[in-house]
């Protein structure tokens, strides 16, 4: 019979869990350090601009003066940019991923173009603004309109979808089609009826990540050319408008102190902005959790 030194046992255990204390200790250290952080963030932007969210804010247009300057402009235009990007880009990136997933064969090709699109994801967002000034505004001549930044939009977060969609695919069992293949399904009806509703979830976590950053975004937007004052509002897809970044992102830039209070009574707009946006893809997503 082997004999165990229990001593050397706890002496062991105790090493173990004094490691154990020292990571956690560091973790939490380090969870604090962001919360707090983001919580100085938070109160500078607050306490500089809620002072500033009058009215008057909502509906004037740009301004050279900061008490007259306003987001009307910059509002409308996102919410039109946003009207072309989430309808694009997630039509296009669940259709790719369900081609992917479900009809691509499993060849050197397909891998390779998987292999691509993840790594299009990291790709820095003044390269897709380069991309959609080349084809979108001056191939296309779509000039600096809504279409065309939301088509470059759309492209920036084309490949996040795409891989989210993917793992969202991935994850629904094969018993589960298999099942409905036994009950006669064609493999269309299998998607659309079991496979995408079971997906649905994980592909909108993807979708809200990637529209946030597109609501965001103000490289493309700079590359390729969208004003940062315009004193009107866009009629159709054709027309020249401005975004919540590119108002804030002027405002900032300004050297008059007034402008720093504005430019963070802006940041409070796109905040609240995108979390109207990202709490109505959340009622969506738990909704057919619930479901399925």
């Not at 601009?49 to 910059?74: C, D, H, W």
């Amino acid at each position: 019979m082997r004999y165990v030194n229990h001593e050397a046992v706890v002496k062991k255990m105790n090493k173990r869990l004094i490691v154990n204390r020292i990571f956690k200790t560091i973790f939490f250290a380090a969870t604090l350090f962001a919360l707090l952080v983001l919580g100085v963030l938070f109160y500078r932007i607050i306490s500089q601009g809620v002072g500033y969210l009058t009215p008057e804010f909502f509906q004037n247009f740009g301004s050279r003066m900061p008490e007259k300057a306003g987001i009307k402009a910059a509002l409308i235009g996102s919410i039109w940019l946003m009207c072309v990007v989430a309808p694009v880009s997630i039509i296009l990136g669940v259709g790719t991923a369900i081609y992917l997933e479900e009809y691509a064969t499993k060849n050197k090709l397909n891998d390779f173009i998987r292999m691509n699109i993840s790594n299009l994801a990291g790709v820095p967002s003044v390269v897709f603004g380069l991309l959609g000034l080349t084809i979108f505004v001056r191939a296309l001549a779509l000039g600096n309109s809504v279409l065309a930044a939301g088509f470059t939009m759309s492209l920036l977060i084309l490949p996040v979808i795409i891989v989210g969609a993917q793992e969202a695919i991935r994850a629904v069992p094969q018993d589960v089609r298999e099942a409905s293949y036994g009950m006669g399904a064609t493999k269309w009806q299998t998607i659309i009826n079991i496979v995408l509703p079971s997906a649905i979830p994980g592909i909108l976590t993807g979708a809200i990540l990637a529209l946030s950053r597109a609501v965001g975004e103000t490289a493309p937007l700079v590359v390729i050319g969208i004003p940062v004052i315009v004193h009107f509002l866009p009629d159709n897809l054709l027309s020249q408008f401005t975004a919540l970044p590119m108002q804030i992102y002027d405002w900032a830039k300004r050297p008059q102190e007034a402008f720093q209070y504005v430019s963070s009574a802006g940041i409070l707009v796109l905040m609240i902005f995108l979390l109207i946006m990202n709490s109505i893809a959340i009622f969506i997503r738990n909704k057919f959790q619930k479901r399925y």
